[in-house]
């Protein structure tokens, strides 16, 4: 069976999801699946690397945000590298006018440098980025003649000079169902936990947090962005229990 060592360049994969679904609510469970359904093999590695706030350049919410999906993805099986976000200030071209851009350090070498290390165990390589700062890593692999897929939201966003080293691109866009959970499916779940719970009772808490399904983000925060459409959709409707505390049902 084919190794497979599946390597995710965070920050260039939020960017992605942020443009192509408009939100930042893709099941992380369902692109592993992906990954190892389409390459039919076996992940070995699974490696998310994640820019994290050392020097207070967020807000308190998106530490939050960023916590909530370490823990999403630590429950998906994921191995999370994390390294310092920084801040730098640019000058527009146009005007003249600074402003201050929040990066990340250090990913770029530590990708390439756990992917060489990785040469022993791994048949396949599967980097998510569509970034050209891993040219050197992809002639790497290439010597030491190792299959390497890119995978990213569409094909168009893979340069040439990238394209001649990898053996596919897997487009994410093409699987938007099976990755990104819809209204349809959040309406369905909150179904099935009105009739497993006595009464229809869900509570609105209970139902983000802790309601097990795998079709449903496991980020809270992406479940209530959910249940919040659901609502203005006037499909669901929240109110407060008898108990005081804020529940949710169908309409």
Request: glycine letters at 6%; hydrophobic letters at 40%.
């Amino acid at each position: 069976m084919t190794n497979v060592s599946v390597l995710i360049e965070g920050r260039n994969f939020y960017a992605g999801c942020i443009r192509w679904t408009r939100q930042f609510n893709v099941d992380m469970l369902a692109l592993r699946d992906l990954i190892q359904q389409q390459t039919g093999g076996k992940i070995v590695n699974l490696v998310y690397y994640l820019g994290t706030d050392s020097a207070g350049v967020l807000t308190d919410a998106s530490n939050d945000r960023i916590e909530s999906f370490v823990d999403t993805l630590q429950g998906a099986g994921y191995t999370v590298c994390s390294f310092p976000l920084k801040t730098k200030q640019q000058s527009c071209h146009a005007c003249g006018a600074q402003r201050t851009e929040i990066v990340e350090k250090q990913v770029d070498s530590a990708i390439s440098v756990a992917a060489m290390q990785m040469l022993d165990q791994t048949d396949l390589y599967v980097l998510v980025t569509n970034d050209t700062d891993q040219l050197p890593l992809l002639r790497a692999l290439r010597s030491e003649n190792k299959r390497v897929w890119i995978c990213t939201w569409q094909q168009s966003l893979v340069s040439n000079a990238m394209l001649g080293y990898v053996e596919r691109v897997l487009a994410l866009e093409e699987y938007r169902e099976q990755l990104i959970p819809s209204i349809e499916t959040m309406r369905t779940e909150l179904e099935s936990a009105q009739r497993h719970f006595s009464g229809g009772y869900v509570g609105v808490l209970y139902f983000i947090r802790n309601w097990k399904s795998d079709k449903l983000p496991m980020a809270p925060a992406d479940r209530s962005a959910l249940l919040d459409i659901l609502v203005k959709n006037g499909l669901a409707v929240y109110y407060t229990a008898q108990d005081g505390f804020a529940a949710v049902r169908l309409l």
